[in-house]
């Protein structure tokens, strides 16, 4: 395969070393992955289809939905990935990657092609302006054929990461956004296509970025070699979605918080709606370090629990904790200071500007918070404990975040102070999870696929 078992940076070595250089291309891979909405929305205010903004924010939400939940259930490939890696078990790691192609490859397709038969129902429960309905319906279908795309992004992911290598994710997701902006340019500014040149665009980006992907992987990497007997192993399925299941969950109420919040928001008209769009392509980007170190802890804490290096793994997770703390003081929160100054590149409207300031100002407050959410969570997560993972964002979210939303929205709240949902209910999750880590559960190796398996040969021999 194109993993090679003595690569063991996250194992071995200094742990500083190691995550950094894991985390920085994650970085700039979720970096490249935000700029991809960010430039649709850029280039269609250049080309004076602002008006067009808000159909491509609400009809990207049900995209953004099946992404969340492709990308949960990617955590649990890359962390049996991960565990057979760390347990230097090649014939395991190998059948893991394939299984996991197998199972994410079929679902996505499915989910794109539901999604697109039911994409007038879908828009229609956004509450968009009815003037927009059709334009966001278009968008919708076209942008569905994504679907398998961002499948087959998630199984490169989970498969290069869980053997530790983060360099060709960046540069495969790179290569896309590259493509999408000059794609976006062509399609939006040059052909005037406005909201659907943007999702030929990022489609059509997805394909040619997937193509070379394809190219590097066997021409390269393989080098023509067989794979081998392809193995498609029930019980790794069944342990993708035990140890996924709850973190796609986690990853999809995230967004249907999101989903809530825009469709309370559109009922206020396309002004709030930008002030959304605009402020989260704003805010996403802050986020970035906290979800690029929190998968370094996640893929390191996979990789040395199944190594049974429980002392090297706590670590791990505190020099994560060090690592976004100084990427959010130097990188994020000059980000959110300057919020206001970024809008005015999407719009010239003074109200829409002012309230992208004072959103990003809260959130800025929730990324503070994250610092030791992020890693702690990931723990949970490297650890096979993603039912703790869950519990986090369930409580947060059904208990703080999605019932403050509503009522905000039925009391007509400012949009700063449905915002104020972001840290409220990220504090409910931080308590949750260092109670889990006060616990040690994640010390408990037995509960390891990779221990299971052993045991089960002794109990065989």
């Known amino acids: 395969m194109f993993f090679e078992m003595d690569k063991k940076r996250l194992l071995k070595g200094p742990i500083w070393k190691g995550l950094l250089l894991f985390a920085l291309p994650t970085f700039?891979?979720?970096?490249?992955?935000?700029?991809?909405?960010?430039?649709?929305?850029?280039?269609?205010?250049?080309?004076?289809?602002?008006?067009?903004?808000?159909?491509?924010?609400?009809?990207?939400?049900?995209?953004?939905?099946?992404?969340?939940?492709?990308?949960?259930?990617?955590?649990?490939?890359?962390?049996?990935?991960?565990?057979?890696?760390?347990?230097?078990?090649?014939?395991?790691?190998?059948?893991?990657?394939?299984?996991?192609?197998?199972?994410?490859?079929?679902?996505?397709?499915?989910?794109?092609?539901?999604?697109?038969?039911?994409?007038?129902?879908?828009?229609?429960?956004?509450?968009?302006?009815?003037?927009?309905?059709?334009?966001?319906?278009?968008?919708?279908?076209?942008?569905?054929?994504?679907?398998?795309?961002?499948?087959?992004?998630?199984?490169?992911?989970?498969?290069?990461?869980?053997t530790g290598n983060s360099v060709f994710p960046f540069i495969y997701t790179f290569?896309?956004?590259?493509?999408?902006?000059?794609?976006?340019?062509?399609?939006?500014?040059?052909?005037?296509?406005?909201?659907?040149?943007?999702?030929?665009?990022?489609?059509?980006?997805?394909?040619?970025?997937?193509?070379?992907?394809?190219?590097?992987?066997?021409?390269f990497k393989l080098k023509g070699k067989r794979v081998g007997k392809i193995r498609i192993n029930r019980l790794t399925i069944k342990r993708i979605l035990k140890f996924s299941w709850p973190l796609a969950l986690q990853e999809a109420l995230i967004t249907i918080s999101f989903i809530v919040i825009l469709a309370v928001v559109n009922i206020r008209g396309s002004n709030a709606s930008e002030v959304i769009a605009i402020s989260d392509r704003i805010t996403n980007l802050a986020y970035v370090p906290a979800i690029a170190f929190g998968l370094a802890v996640q893929a390191a804490?996979?990789?040395?629990?199944?190594?049974?290096?429980?002392?090297?793994?706590?670590?791990?997770?505190?020099?994560?904790?060090?690592?976004?703390?100084?990427?959010?003081?130097?990188?994020?929160l000059p980000i959110v200071l300057a919020s206001g100054k970024i809008a005015s590149i999407y719009t010239s409207d003074q109200w829409i500007i002012d309230e992208v300031w004072y959103r990003s100002l809260i959130i800025g407050f929730d990324l503070l918070l994250c610092i030791f959410l992020n890693p702690f969570n990931n723990l949970a997560a490297g650890s096979g404990h993603s039912n703790w993972a869950l519990y986090t964002y369930l409580a947060g979210n059904l208990l703080i975040r999605i019932p403050w939303i509503i009522i905000s929205g039925i009391y007509n709240m400012p949009l700063w102070f449905i915002t104020i949902s972001y840290p409220a209910s990220t504090i409910v999750a931080f308590i949750i999870i260092i109670i889990f880590y006060k616990s040690n559960k994640w010390k408990n190796l037995k509960l390891l696929p990779v221990t299971q398996d052993i045991l089960s040969e002794i109990n065989e021999n």
């Not at 990789?303 to 994020?332: M, S």
């Open 28 to 162: 700039f891979v979720y970096l490249s992955t935000y700029f991809y909405n960010a430039v649709d929305i850029f280039i269609l205010y250049m080309a004076d289809a602002g008006d067009e903004i808000a159909a491509v924010i609400s009809a990207l939400t049900p995209i953004s939905l099946i992404t969340a939940l492709i990308s949960g259930l990617s955590v649990g490939g890359t962390f049996l990935i991960g565990q057979y890696y760390g347990a230097q078990d090649k014939e395991n790691t190998k059948i893991s990657i394939i299984t996991f192609s197998f199972f994410i490859g079929i679902l996505s397709l499915a989910l794109g092609i539901i999604t697109a038969a039911f994409s007038h129902q879908i828009v229609d429960l956004l509450n968009i302006d009815s003037s927009l309905h059709d334009t966001a319906v278009r968008y919708l279908l076209i942008q569905c054929l994504t679907l398998p795309f961002i499948g087959l992004v998630y199984i490169i992911n989970a498969a290069f990461r869980g």
């Open 301 to 332: 804490c996979a990789q040395n629990l199944g190594a049974f290096q429980i002392d090297r793994t706590k670590k791990v997770v505190w020099a994560g904790v060090l690592y976004i703390a100084i990427f959010t003081i130097f990188y994020a």
């Open 175 to 219: 290569l896309g956004l590259a493509f999408n902006i000059i794609l976006d340019v062509v399609f939006i500014y040059v052909l005037k296509m406005k909201s659907e040149g943007a999702a030929l665009a990022c489609v059509s980006s997805y394909v040619l970025s997937t193509i070379i992907a394809a190219i590097y992987i066997f021409g």
